[in-house]
């Protein structure tokens, strides 16, 4: 599923188009940045490539994104190398909780130099510590970037970043404040619910969903200080009137008092004083953790996995259609004509366009390209024609049967497609 996720996200990137093994590299590499706006697209689409696959997401993120790194999106080396930095001031500090999240700035500044990520302030009332996260990913305040799911990614990393140093989550992480309005939300998956907009605010089969406000006012009834988020102007914003359920992501999307619509991210962040433990005992971990005395870990395995993805691009087929002549050849050499070629063709351009592998006979049938005899289309023979062929010519790829009346293309190779 990674080819065919990331075959939908290719990469402009220094005046070239990375895909394929390029873009795995890049994306694998701490420190190789990409644009925001990209990184922000496939942030929002993962969800939905969740829906469509029937991949519970909250355990996605928590097993297969950030349970690899404890929690965060630095390896251990990573996020040692960041301690190393700020050693001084973190053996200042007898709270690992409020020392995570003071480094959450230089942290987001490896993965996003221009975004703005800090502790804005920490409030403490009978051994309860509540902290305010402003993250403003849009600092000229324009509508440059798409807005993403900050309750899930951001509140997600924030909860578990403790657990890079040896400690517990923090207790409850809230998101009161995000960029994207109540349709982009609720449109956001395939099948997701439509909302209307109307002058009040927004509505959904009748209900009203939320009221218009301004940014400034809300502060004030959070009791928000206007002075700690003084980098953000006055705005209009859609305040939440109820809890709203998406039944396709199966849970609350939208929470009652939080806002919609503005032009910054505000998380609420909590947890218990007494439960703290030293700075250095979570550093004496992550060096473990570096030098491997914790024993393999799950990013021991996501690297396995990412050499073993490698390592089936590193050798490539590179498909040309020559429609003059209607033929096609791989690496330089004849292979099919006629229309065990079309076939092909159709086949290739829809896997290396949107990752599809899995194919029925009919819509062959109804193609007009392949002109086929509508009395004896005699189309199995052409599609064995070209599974035989291709199983005595290449190896690595194959068309398998699958079914009745279906076939699956089988790739072990990076396979480019181009057409003359």
């Known amino acids: 599923m990674a080819r065919e996720f990331w075959g939908g996200h290719p990469l402009e990137f220094q005046d070239r188009v990375l895909r394929g093994v390029e873009l795995y590299q890049h994306i694998w590499e701490e420190q190789g940045l990409s644009p925001l706006e990209y990184q922000l697209r496939v942030l929002d689409s993962v969800e939905a490539f969740c829906v469509h696959h029937e991949i519970d997401f909250p355990k996605f993120l928590e097993k297969g994104v950030f349970g690899c790194q404890s929690g965060v999106f630095l390896s251990a080396k990573g996020a040692l190398s960041m301690v190393g930095k700020f050693l001084i001031q973190l053996t200042h500090s007898r709270d690992v909780r409020k020392t995570v999240l003071e480094l959450l700035e230089p942290s987001a500044r490896l993965i996003s130099p221009k975004t703005v990520t800090r502790l804005v302030r920490v409030d403490e009332a009978e051994g309860i510590k509540t902290a305010l996260v402003l993250q403003i990913l849009d600092t000229s305040f324009q509508n440059r970037f798409p807005g993403y799911d900050a309750e899930s990614w951001l509140g997600f990393l924030i909860r578990n970043a403790p657990n890079r140093l040896a400690v517990a989550s923090f207790d ?20 997701g619910i439509h ?50 359920f998406c039944p396709v992501r199966k849970r609350i ?7 919609t619509g503005a032009k910054c991210y505000l998380m609420r962040v909590q947890w218990s004083e007494g439960s703290s433990v030293p700075v250095e005992t979570g550093v004496a971990h992550l060096i473990r953790e570096v030098m491997g005395e914790n024993g393999p870990s799950e990013m021991d395995r996501a690297s396995e996995l990412h050499e073993h993805l490698l390592a089936q691009y590193r050798q490539r087929l590179q498909f040309v259609y020559h429609r003059q002549d209607e033929t096609i050849s791989c690496n330089g050499e004849h292979l099919l004509r006629g229309v065990p070629a079309k076939i092909l063709h159709k086949v290739l351009m829809s896997h290396t366009v949107t990752g599809r592998t899995n194919f029925e006979h009919r819509e062959f049938r109804r193609d007009p390209d392949l002109h086929l005899d509508p009395v004896n289309p005699n189309l199995e023979s052409r599609i064995r024609i070209l599974s035989d062929r291709l199983e005595e010519r290449l190896q690595g790829i194959r068309i398998a049967k699958s079914g009745r009346g279906r076939f699956e293309l089988e790739s072990k190779l990076m396979i480019e497609f181009s057409e003359e």
Do not use: M, Y
């Not at 409850?172 to 099948?191: G, H, K, M, S, Y």
């Not at 003084?230 to 209009?236: A, G, L, N, T």
């Open 172 to 191: 409850e992480v809230e998101c009161l404040c995000q960029v994207r309005d109540a349709r982009e939300i609720l449109e956001a998956v395939p099948r």
């Open 253 to 259: 999307v939208i929470h009652a008092g939080s806002l």
């Open 195 to 244: 909302p209307v907009k109307n002058p009040s605010g927004w509505s959904l089969h009748g209900e009203q969903l939320t009221r218009s406000t301004s940014f400034l006012d809300w502060l004030t009834s959070q009791g928000v200080r206007r002075q700690d988020l003084s980098d953000v102007p006055d705005h209009p914003v859609e305040v939440a009137l109820v809890d709203v």
